[in-house]
T-cell receptor, first 112, second 116 residues
Framework: DAKTTQPNSMESNEEEPVHLPCNHSTISGTDYIHWYRQLPSQGPEYVIHGLTSNVNNRMASLAIAEDRKSSTLILHRATLRDAAVYYCILRGANTGGFKTIFGAGTRLFVKA | DAGVIQSPRHEVTEMGQEVTLRCKPISGHDYLFWYRQTMMRGLELLIYFNNNVPIDDSGMPEDRFSAKMPNASFSTLKIQPSEPRDSAVYFC??????????????FGSGTQLSVL
């Protein structure tokens, strides 16, 4: 399974943008990049995903490098409710891609 | 939709007892996953099913763990006998295959298991 590398933790001020990086240098051409987050005492929840192009949704934006070896999750205005662990995951297009493996993720702290 | 439903939310049992965790996936989803989360090991994939058939159980720690999916709307994870090191939060997740691998995983709220 292709692996991802994320910083253990990051800190942000409320109302400011947050850029969460992820390295995935062994990504294959058919791997999708997914981001999930886990709020305290809850199960992980889907945030966003992409293949090659940058993506936007109501929760966040995903910026994917041209060589696809890294990506960045962008929270445009961090709130206290965004404090969570953020996971960057690769999911392949073949059957094995459904074996979704979570790494340690990045714990985001948001200061008021 | 009610989402993925897990029961019980909390389970406290004594070492040696049998524990059964339950999961109801989202209706129409054809994949079901069982994960375990601990501080030391993070989120671990234990087993996953496709159309009620176990596809990969390589993450199941040992023979004391077993999982079944008798139909599309119900799955169980059983630990017999339970041990204190099994204490963790167990999550169930479901998904539906759409256009290759861009489907989302939907997680339940988890079962907090404490084995004394």
């Amino acid at each position: 399974d292709a692996k991802t590398t994320q910083p253990n933790s990051m800190e942000s001020n409320e109302e400011e943008p947050v850029h969460l990086p992820c390295n995935h240098s062994t990504i294959s051409g058919t791997d999708y990049i997914h981001w999930y987050r886990q709020l305290p005492s809850q199960g992980p929840e889907y945030v966003i995903h992409g293949l090659t192009s940058n993506v936007n949704n109501r929760m966040a934006s995903l910026a994917i490098a041209e060589d696809r070896k890294s990506s960045t999750l962008i929270l445009h205005r961090a709130t206290l409710r965004d404090a969570a662990v953020y996971y960057c995951i690769l999911r392949g297009a073949n059957t094995g891609g459904f074996k979704t493996i979570f790494g340690a993720g990045t714990r985001l702290f948001v200061k008021a | 939709d009610a989402g993925v439903i897990q029961s019980p939310r909390h389970e406290v049992t004594e070492m040696g007892q049998e524990v059964t965790l339950r999961c109801k996936p989202i209706s129409g989803h054809d994949y079901l996953f069982w994960y375990r989360q601990t501080m030391m090991r993070g989120l671990e994939l234990l087993i996953y099913f496709n159309n009620n058939v176990p596809i990969d159980d390589s993450g199941m720690p040992e023979d004391r763990f077993s999982a079944k999916m008798p139909n599309a709307s119900f799955s169980t994870l059983k630990i017999q006998p339970s041990e204190p090191r099994d204490s963790a939060v167990y999550f169930c997740a479901s998904s539906i295959r759409v256009e290759g691998s861009n489907e989302k995983l939907f997680f339940g709220s988890g079962t907090q298991l404490s084995v004394l």
